[in-house]
């Protein structure tokens, strides 16, 4: 498949969507589900892997879902996708083409800031938001990285290298973070603490820890400001693996924006 752009990208969270649900409370905010009808045409910027599109198919099996990512890595075999899914290579940092302006009831971002320099994310949120038609709704989720800790599940949970791995991804991504995303007026937002539900601490901490390593290992290959040698990385993932089979879980919020285009322009 063709790519255009080296993907710095790894998953961050489960990509199972039942697991999303039971973190955030639900897929859909249920002020977008409420405007939600059978044939709307429905774009996700940063797809991946389509998880969320999967999960819309099951209900939306009318709609016409596209895909959209500044790379073909992580997209599944076009014949695993629904019948309505087509994915669709595109750099949300660019403008939008005009074939594209007003031509969706919904879209969606999700898990995008960590890739997006500070300057940027305003940039898309600006740009996706002219993807929409009038009344459409926009839903966006990103977990905050920068305040993630690591606790003890039990009494004799340890953890030392989850908390020093934690610790070295949030430093580097607090320049990212730190600048925020400004939504435009009337969105609103939510928070939720994923690590609330007992059941999806062990596999959502894993899940992170594996991407702060693939993150660390592509610093080094890098040798940026941030890397470690990878036989001491490889160590430390030992470390870290066992420090979660210990108990030891990640808490940090997910923070949901939505809001809708108005009708009537002012
Ligand atoms: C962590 S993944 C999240 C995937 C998906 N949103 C989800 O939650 O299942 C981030 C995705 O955003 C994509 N991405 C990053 N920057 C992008 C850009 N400027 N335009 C389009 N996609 C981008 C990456 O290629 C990657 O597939």
Redesign the pocket.
């Known amino acids: 498949m063709a790519v255009i752009?080296h993907?710095?990208?790894?998953?961050?969270?489960p990509?199972d969507?039942a697991e999303?649900q039971r973190n955030t409370g639900y897929i859909l905010h249920p002020a977008v589900q409420a405007t939600r009808y059978l044939d709307a045409c429905v774009a996700?910027?940063?797809?991946?892997?389509?998880?969320?599109l999967h999960e819309l198919a099951h209900d939306w099996s009318e709609a016409t879902l596209h895909g959209?990512?500044?790379?073909t890595?992580?997209f599944p075999p076009a014949d695993t996708l629904p019948l309505n899914v087509s994915l669709i290579l595109?750099?949300?940092?660019?403008d939008v083409p005009s074939s594209l302006q007003g031509k969706y009831d919904f879209v969606?971002?999700?898990?995008?800031a960590?890739?997006?320099s500070a300057s940027?994310s305003t940039g898309?949120v600006k740009n996706l938001a002219q993807l929409l038609k009038p009344g459409g709704a926009m839903q966006w989720?990103e977990c905050d990285f920068t305040a993630v800790c690591y606790l003890p599940g039990g009494a004799h949970s340890s953890i030392d290298t989850a908390s020093k791995m934690g610790k070295l991804f949030s430093t580097a991504m607090r320049l990212r973070f730190e600048a925020g995303m400004s939504w435009p007026q009337n969105v609103h937002t939510e928070a939720a603490a994923v690590h609330r539900v007992r059941g999806t601490r062990e596999r959502l901490t894993a899940n992170r820890m594996q991407?702060i390593f693939a993150w660390a290992r592509l610093q080094s290959a890098r040798g940026s400001k941030w890397a470690l040698s990878m036989e001491y990385l490889e160590e430390l993932e030992q470390k870290a693996h066992k420090d979660i089979q210990s108990g030891c879980y990640g808490s940090f919020d997910v923070h949901i924006a939505w809001g809708f285009r108005p009708r009537i322009p002012s």
Do not use: K, P, W
């Open positions: 752009f993907d710095t990208y790894a998953e961050n969270i990509r969507s999303a996700v910027a940063g797809t991946g892997t389509a998880a969320f959209y990512d500044i790379s890595c992580l595109y750099d949300a940092c660019q969606h971002g999700r898990l995008m960590a890739g997006l940027e898309v989720e991407s």
